[in-house]
């Protein structure tokens, strides 16, 4: 866990890191995407929000700064997904070397997929924490050759890291960004200008179509079943049922769509995005909820078997064991009923391979959580270890806390 006192020094610290100008540079562009969105659209509030959340907490900051203020005066206001970015950056950031110092701010700043960029911290934390002391390790100049991220040394002994983040919808046959957009062709043509709420289900067959026009004849045809009265209609390529009936002004609080967001029901390797939305945000009023998916199983277990292939490779270069982090998006628990064989079969396939025994143990990692409260906590995100069991007391040993408090974040 990240231990410092003072969420504003984490921000103005890393904000000095990124440089005035870079970041000017950096919030220009944010800006300007921001400016071509619908406002209060679904694409904007679920999908674009939470991936820039680190630029909305350094726009925010600086107008508190400005004027004189600290943002712990308005803490709750801030994006909490940011403040963690910032203490993350804060308790890592000076174990690296110059020039890994200059390759994290230029992905930080050119990267849309803020938890990938942070994965490599993300680690090195855990482990800073675990009393373990951080080498980087240097690969530039190697031609087509990657090292590991980094060795971890405690008391002697040596563990290789490397982590592999792959794209939040890798592997996904339904997108986010789609569903969203999708969910924005049908808001106002269902909720204005039919006056309806309820549920609507959208259930690909196969991939979703991605084009702006193959997306415009999905929406026609979902809007032409709801005209016809259908509760559900088998269209080319799609399946939608709906329990859609007219407005009758009852307000429904949302409080309990908030955590859908970026969740995956049901079966969270068919892509069941949830997104509740309404016209009026800042209201209470008569939401529909739209829930897509796919019929086929994702392709994520190919996506992340992999990634770790090649991490597997990259720590079997150096001379010690080898750990592996994997970023694996948009899976709210991995101890469910639906991912739990996902986690067991992907240890079968892994450490069934002899090749594969110098590696320690290989953890699973999704998004951070939000809590009740609003905050954000790297430790609360969903993970997965998976040691090896060939050397599980090495690996007990290794990974076990040490008698000590966590080293604080010193700015």
């Avoid at 196969?206 to 997306?215: G, N, W």
């Amino acid at each position: 866990m990240i231990v410092i006192s003072d969420p504003d020094a984490a921000v103005r610290n890393l904000a000095a890191i990124i440089g005035q100008s870079r970041l000017d540079e950096r919030l220009k562009e944010f800006e300007r995407q921001e400016g071509q969105l619908q406002p209060n659209s679904v694409y904007a509030q679920w999908w674009f929000a939470p991936q820039n959340a680190l630029w909305l907490t350094l726009r925010g900051a600086r107008q508190c700064w400005n004027v004189g203020q600290s943002i712990n005066r308005v803490i709750d206001q801030v994006p909490p997904i940011g403040i963690s970015a910032a203490l993350l950056v804060a308790k890592v950031y000076p174990t690296m070397p110059q020039w890994r110092q200059a390759k994290f701010v230029a992905d930080l700043v050119s990267s849309e997929q803020l938890q990938s960029v942070l994965l490599e911290l993300e680690a090195a934390a855990d482990l800073i924490d675990l009393g373990y002391d951080i080498e980087w390790l240097d690969d530039r100049g190697r031609e087509g050759k990657r090292s590991a991220e980094f060795v971890a040394s405690r008391a002697g002994y040596r563990l290789g890291v490397e982590c592999k983040a792959s794209a939040i919808d890798s592997g996904r046959l339904l997108h986010r960004k789609y569903a969203c957009q999708l969910a924005d062709d049908l808001l106002n043509p269902l909720s204005q200008a039919r006056g309806l709420t309820g549920d609507i289900q959208i259930i690909f067959h196969d991939a979703a179509p991605k084009s702006l026009q193959a997306r415009a004849s999905v929406a026609q045809r979902i809007l032409d079943a709801v005209d016809a009265q259908k509760l559900e209609e088998n269209s080319p390529g799609f399946l939608v049922k709906h329990t859609l009936r007219e407005r009758d002004g009852t307000a429904i609080d949302l409080q309990n769509y908030s955590a859908a967001q970026r969740t995956i029901e049901a079966d969270y390797f068919r892509s069941f995005t949830v997104i509740a939305a309404r016209l009026e945000s800042n209201k209470p009023c008569d939401p529909i909820v739209f829930r897509f998916g796919s019929s086929r199983q994702d392709r994520i277990m190919r996506a992340v078997k992999e990634n770790l292939r090649t991490a597997t490779e990259q720590v079997g270069a150096l001379d010690c064991p080898g750990f592996i982090t994997c970023f694996v998006p948009e899976i709210p628990d991995f101890d469910g009923e639906e991912t739990r064989p996902f986690v067991n079969e992907l240890a079968e396939w892994f450490f069934g391979n002899p090749q594969r025994s110098h590696v320690l143990a290989i953890r699973l990692v999704s998004d951070f959580k939000v809590d009740d409260l609003g905050a954000v906590n790297f430790a609360q995100a969903p993970f997965a270890m998976i040691k090896n069991p060939a050397r599980i007391d090495e690996a007990e040993h290794a990974f076990a806390s040490p008698p000590v408090q966590p080293r604080a974040a010193t700015l």
